[in-house]
């Protein structure tokens, strides 16, 4: 099937609208993760991100967290251990389940959230900038008619 979409475009990969929201998406990651580390968290990564993306700010059963995050048991506990010893999370016993854990940000976990808050508005302020008020106003109504479920 590859070889047939090279030879049916000149060797060249089709362009598509996947294609493009994956490259401006990995351009947002990459700018948000340099300015998060540039702010003073050089714990921040992408797999942590992806992960604190799932963690309200009141905190969370660590097994609702696994369930949401939709990766493994270890692969959670993992990125956990790795966020308690930066000081980013703590977890503590779960009152309505003595074997259950209650996942909670720090004093230091909830700082790095506003900063992540505002890296995320100076982002947008520069695309804005980039786009034009009308375009990014376009773009975002659009990204958000593509994430609405569509009926069957």
């Given at each position: ?105 720090t004093a230091g ?44």
């Open positions: 099937m590859v070889k047939e979409l090279d030879e049916n475009n000149n060797g060249t990969l089709l362009d598509h609208v996947g294609w493009r929201l994956w490259q401006a998406s990995r351009a947002w990651q990459a700018e948000f993760a340099e300015a998060m580390r540039s702010a003073g968290h050089g714990w921040f990564s992408e797999a942590r991100a992806s992960l604190l993306g799932h963690i309200p700010r009141r905190g969370i059963r660590q097994v609702a967290l696994i369930e949401r995050a939709g990766i493994s048991k270890q692969a959670v506990q993992q990125l956990l251990d790795g966020l308690e010893a930066e000081g980013v999370i703590e977890r503590l016993p779960d009152p309505q389940d003595k074997r259950g854990k209650l996942v909670h940000y976990g909830l700082a790095a959230l506003g900063d992540g808050d505002r890296i995320k508005l100076e982002i947008e302020r520069g695309y804005r900038e980039r786009l034009g008020q009308g375009p990014f106003e376009a773009l975002m109504a659009a990204l958000r008619g593509l994430a609405e479920p569509q009926p069957k």
